[in-house]
C-alpha cells in the first residue's frame, strides 16, 4: 500500500471526468494520416484519456482538436488499454501544459463549502 505522500501518487494537475468530443490526427498503422472524431473520459490540464477506434501506440504522436473553441494541441500517446470491441481507451499527454484547452473552471482556492 503506498503511503498518501508518496509522490508516485500525486498528480501534476487535478482530474476532472469530462466527456466531450475532439478531432483526433493522427498516422494509422499504414503511416498514413487519419482524422477521428473521439470522445474524452477524463482531462487534466496536462492530457487525458479518451476513446478512440484507431489503434495507436505508446509514444505515438497525435494532434487533438478541440471543435468549440478550436484550439489544437499536439500530444503523444502514454498507454493503450484494449477495453472494449468498438474501441481503446488511450492515456495521452499534452506537449506543454494546456488547461485552457478545455472547458473547465476551478473555483478559486478560498471557496469552501461551509461545515455544519
Same mark, same amino acid.
Given at each position: 500500500?503506498?503511503?498518501?505522500?508518496?509522490?508516485?501518487?500525486?498528480?501534476?494537475?487535478?482530474? /476532472? !471526468?469530462? +466527456? !466531450?468530443?475532439?478531432?483526433?490526427?493522427?498516422?494509422?498503422?499504414?503511416?498514413?494520416?487519419? +482524422?477521428?472524431?473521439?470522445?474524452?473520459?477524463?482531462?487534466?490540464?496536462?492530457?487525458?484519456?479518451?476513446?478512440?477506434?484507431?489503434?495507436?501506440?505508446?509514444? +505515438?504522436?497525435?494532434?487533438?482538436?478541440?471543435?468549440?473553441?478550436?484550439?489544437? +494541441?499536439?500530444?503523444?500517446?502514454?498507454? /493503450?488499454?484494449?477495453?472494449?470491441?468498438?474501441?481503446?481507451?488511450?492515456?495521452?499527454?499534452?506537449?506543454?501544459?494546456?488547461?485552457?484547452?478545455?472547458?473547465?473552471?476551478?473555483?478559486?482556492?478560498?471557496?469552501?463549502?461551509?461545515?455544519?
Amino acid at each position: 500500500m503506498a503511503i498518501p505522500d508518496d509522490p508516485r501518487d500525486r498528480r501534476r494537475s487535478e482530474r /476532472v !471526468m469530462l +466527456q !466531450m468530443k475532439v478531432t483526433v490526427i493522427a498516422d494509422d498503422t499504414e503511416h498514413k494520416p487519419r +482524422q477521428e472524431e473521439a470522445m474524452t473520459l477524463i482531462v487534466n490540464a496536462h492530457g487525458g484519456l479518451l476513446k478512440l477506434k484507431m489503434e495507436v501506440h505508446v509514444g +505515438q504522436p497525435m494532434r487533438l482538436i478541440n471543435p468549440h473553441n478550436l484550439l489544437e +494541441q499536439n500530444c503523444r500517446v502514454v498507454r /493503450v488499454e484494449d477495453t472494449s470491441p468498438e474501441y481503446f481507451s488511450v492515456a495521452f499527454e499534452f506537449d506543454a501544459p494546456s488547461p485552457k484547452f478545455w472547458p473547465v473552471v476551478f473555483p478559486p482556492s478560498d471557496w469552501h463549502a461551509p461545515r455544519d
